[in-house]
């Protein structure tokens, strides 16, 4: 997750915040005006939870409060209403993204705030422009992101009409560390150090002027943490604006859904998209521990690969950490052999190894094929099972044969090298009169639009 600092909290708190809803978003924000919604919220901010948060600091300014509203924000009472999130999660567990989200800001209001890392996390704001509700998003600029990730900030922005809420790193703290250890220290040291003064540090003061916020983190995301992710939660690691026991909740709208389904709901709504994605980026931070995944590689694998694979998690989800076998970190694609095989069906071949040689060879060939080079854990091939199955069932007595290969553990190597694999799911299309498979280039895997592709080639 990425999120940017200033050392002047005072800039950030009243000109630069941005309420954002498609009718509102380019008023100026001034302090009359969040005023006046601290005293419709503060019912809700009222109400306190009985978990204690964990690693809190002492209270601080520097946060996304305007100070002039939390000068004037109301007493607490001393009867405190008890909100029972864990009973809410339950209640919320298969509501749709939609309706999480829009219960997030029914509740907080100007007090909720989105986390934009600039990845597929689009999809957050996209939720919440279409409950019609006014929201409020913020984001870590570390100063180490892609150029391509302030692109893509300034392109959302422009295509919500809001102003993100930047967040910078301390400058002293980074000018101490990058003076005593250099700019890559965390090659030699590990992550946590820098990613403490970048991103937790910046992240502890922006929640402190908040009491819920809403991130992006999904139980597929990673191998080992996030496996225990609630839609809505008391934040087990930080606090917010009331300080101390239960003054922070967290807000997880899309726990429950896939990755593939996130980026069909992307597709679907004409999403802007981080170009870094296009060049095979899952996960986006910032640029120094950030690479794009290998085919079968889970994509937490992305980040801080030089470090192990349970100790990942940069200190913003800390509260996630949980021990897990070595047999529940599934991620690097070979342990496949537990796993029930997928695309069966009679009007599918199953082509060995020699099988998809053969068929490499133009003279053995009789007629056009299309092969799915799969593996079965992955989650977009398993995704995508259904629309295949479907296009074998169209296409049997066709003079299209449809078949599957499967490309993971020891043919994987055979299959980057010989047959364009890039990531799972892949799809080729071997023509009748041409040597060389026609890669299927599209996310969508449909039957029709699957169809489309063998129609044009056949
Ligand atoms: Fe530093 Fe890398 Fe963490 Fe960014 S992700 S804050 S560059 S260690």
Request: glycine content about 6%.
């Amino acid at each position: 997750m990425a999120f940017a600092v200033t050392s002047s909290s005072a800039a950030i708190s009243v000109s630069s915040f941005s309420r954002s809803s498609s009718s509102d978003l380019k008023v100026p924000q001034i302090c009359s005006f969040r005023l006046a919604d601290r005293h419709a919220t503060v019912n809700l901010s009222q109400k306190r939870c009985a978990v204690k948060p964990v690693n809190a600091e002492p209270k601080r300014n520097d946060s996304l409060l305007p100070q002039a509203a939390s000068i004037s924000a109301p007493e607490v009472s001393e009867k405190v209403e008890v909100e029972d999130f864990e009973k809410l999660a339950k209640e919320l567990d298969s509501a749709s993204p939609l309706e999480i989200m829009d219960k997030a800001l029914e509740k907080f209001g100007n007090d909720v705030a989105i986390a934009f890392s600039g990845a597929e996390d689009v999809a957050l704001i996209e939720y919440a422009k279409l409950t019609g509700r006014p929201f409020r998003v913020f984001s870590l600029d570390t100063g180490r992101l892609n150029p391509e990730t302030y692109r893509f900030f300034d392109e959302v922005e422009k295509h919500y009409g809001i102003r993100i809420e930047y967040m910078f790193p301390d400058a002293v703290e980074v000018q101490a560390l990058v003076r005593s250890k250099g700019l890559f220290s965390f090659y030699v040291d590990g992550h946590q150090e820098c990613c403490r003064v970048r991103k937790v540090r910046p992240l502890r003061r922006a929640l402190k002027g908040l009491r819920a916020w809403i991130t992006g983190q999904r139980k597929d995301q990673s191998p080992g943490t996030r496996s225990e992710v609630p839609v809505v939660q008391v934040d087990p690691v930080f606090e917010g604006l009331d300080g101390g026991v239960g003054s922070l909740v967290k807000w997880n709208p899309v726990a429950n859904v896939d990755g593939i389904d996130i980026w069909n709901f992307l597709l679907a709504m004409n999403v802007p998209i981080n170009s870094l994605h296009s060049q095979g980026f899952v996960s986006i931070g910032c640029e120094p521990c950030t690479r794009p995944v290998l085919p079968g590689q889970h994509e937490r694998e992305g980040r801080w690969w030089w470090e192990d694979a349970k100790a990942k998690e940069c200190g913003l989800h800390k509260g996630n950490l949980k021990q897990h076998s070595a047999a529940q970190l599934n991620g690097n694609g070979n342990g496949a052999a537990a796993h029930t095989d997928i695309f069966n069906s009679q009007n599918l071949v199953t082509l060995s190894r020699a099988g998809i040689e053969n068929l490499t060879r133009l003279q053995n060939r009789k007629e056009p094929w299309i092969v799915v080079l799969y593996a079965p854990w992955c989650p977009y091939c398993q995704a995508m099972e259904e629309s295949y199955v479907a296009l074998a069932e169209k296409l049997a007595g066709s003079g299209v044969k449809v078949a599957k290969f499967r490309a993971d553990g020891e043919q994987k190597e055979y299959a980057q090298k010989e047959l364009q694999l890039g990531s799972f799911p892949t799809i080729l299309f071997f023509p009748k009169h041409s040597a060389k498979p026609i890669k299927y280039a599209s996310e969508r895997r449909d039957v029709d639009s699957l169809m489309a592709f063998v129609n044009a080639l056949r």
